[in-house]
T-cell receptor, first 118, second 108 residues
Framework: GAVVSQHPSWVICKSGTSVKIECRSLDFQATTMFWYRQFPKQSLMLMATSNEGSKATYEQGVEKDKFLINHASLTLSTLTVTSAHPEDSSFYIC??????????????FGPGTRLTVL | GQQLNQSPQSMFIQEGEDVSMNCTSSSIFNTWLWYKQDPGEGPVLLIALYKAGELTSNGRLTAQFGITRKDSFLNISASIPSDVGIYFCAGLDQKLVFGQGTRLTINP
């Protein structure tokens, strides 16, 4: 149980275009999902917390107009990188919190999405 | 903001050796987690620690939650090739804060 999927697993796009990444909890419901960014050989940095039915909470320094987050259902959150630039190239990882888990704070991670902006 | 200091940054060991890595924090966490990340994949939870002083094992892995709630260590005994990867500690409050990672390389 507790499987999180991401789609696509990798994407290459031209500078200036927008890219949407999906995060799904496959076998549980998640009122809260998290989006992380990981640059090569670095740790995971939290970008934003996505709450079902409400606005996302962004970490300091993360542009909310550039990284649009939508959490329309208990199993799906999307991250849209708008007007992507080469510096946005990174590994984007989502996680989901199982609202019914005994240890409800536990997060389950997706496999990540490799974004390359040319 | 909160930061975790994880050490060592990298380890090069022989197969069969034991491994030890640790994490310290400037602030208290109520939960400590240890993850392993393989290249191109998301982190996978190895061990979760919920109580100060708790010592928990998962196969060849053992982790402890420090009494002060500001530190944790992870030990891997009798390393095997599939242990290769990056290990992250993480402190959990309302959100996860990750350490910088320990890259483990094993020479056969």
């Amino acid at each position: 149980g507790a499987v999180v999927s991401q789609h696509p697993s990798w994407v290459i796009c031209k500078s200036g275009t927008s890219v949407k990444i999906e995060c799904r909890s496959l076998d549980f419901q998640a009122t809260t999902m998290f989006w992380y960014r990981q640059f090569p050989k670095q740790s995971l940095m939290l970008m934003a917390t996505s709450n079902e039915g409400s606005k996302a909470t962004y970490e300091q320094g993360v542009e909310k107009d550039k990284f649009l987050i939508n959490h329309a259902s208990l199993t799906l959150s999307t991250l849209t990188v708008t007007s992507a630039h080469p510096e946005d190239s990174s590994f984007y990882i989502c996680s989901a919190r199982d609202m019914l888990a005994v240890y409800y704070n536990e997060q389950f991670f997706g496999p990540g999405t490799r974004l390359t902006v040319l | 903001g909160q930061q975790l200091n994880q050490s060592p940054q990298s380890m090069f060991i022989q197969e069969g050796e034991d491994v030890s890595m640790n994490c310290t924090s400037s602030s208290i966490f109520n939960t400590w987690l240890w993850y392993k990340q393989d290249p191109g994949e998301g982190p996978v939870l190895l061990i979760a620690l919920y109580k100060a002083g708790e010592l928990t094992s998962n196969g060849r892995l053992t982790a402890q939650f420090g009494i002060t709630r500001k530190d944790s260590f992870l030990n891997i005994s009798a390393s095997i090739p599939s242990d290769v990867g990056i290990y992250f500690c993480a402190g959990l409050d309302q959100k996860l804060v990750f350490g910088q990672g320990t890259r483990l390389t094993i020479n056969p």
